[in-house]
Nanobody
Framework: QVQLVESGGGLVQPGGSLRLSCAAS????????MGWYRQAPGKQREFVAL???????NYADSVKGRFTISRDNAKNTVYLQMNSLKPDDTAVYYC?????????WGQGTQVTVSS
């Protein structure tokens, strides 16, 4: 089993910044993807950004140039730095780790962008 614990959500004004963290623990494999998805009210969960275990990254077009994913391998933690936030970024953000074709999810953290 893999456990994912997220932190860092909150309320921010448009144009502001937030950083999310996700720490993984448990039976961690060496081949994986790890990243973030989000779900806004009334909408389906959508991909935001992820790391491949080899180091490559991938971003949704809607966040390119504003969000940056990074990781600390020693801490099994990924971060999502979110800049220039917009009201449309308001959602519950979920950490995801996919290893062995099994998806593990965190509990989610609320991000609200509002003036």
């Amino acid at each position: 089993q893999v456990q994912l614990v997220e932190s860092g959500g909150g309320l921010v004004q448009p144009g502001g910044s937030l950083r999310l963290s996700c720490a993984a623990s448990g039976r961690l494999g060496s081949i994986y993807t790890m990243g973030w998805y989000r779900q806004a009210p009334g909408k389906q969960r959508e991909f935001v950004a992820l790391f491949f275990s080899g180091g490559a990254t991938n971003y949704a077009d809607s966040v390119k140039g504003r969000f940056t994913i990074s990781r600390d391998n020693a801490k099994n933690t990924v971060y999502l730095q979110m800049n220039s936030l917009k009201p449309d970024d308001t959602a519950v953000y979920y950490c995801n780790r996919n290893q062995g074709s099994v998806h593990y999810w965190g509990q989610g953290t609320q991000v609200t962008v509002s003036s």
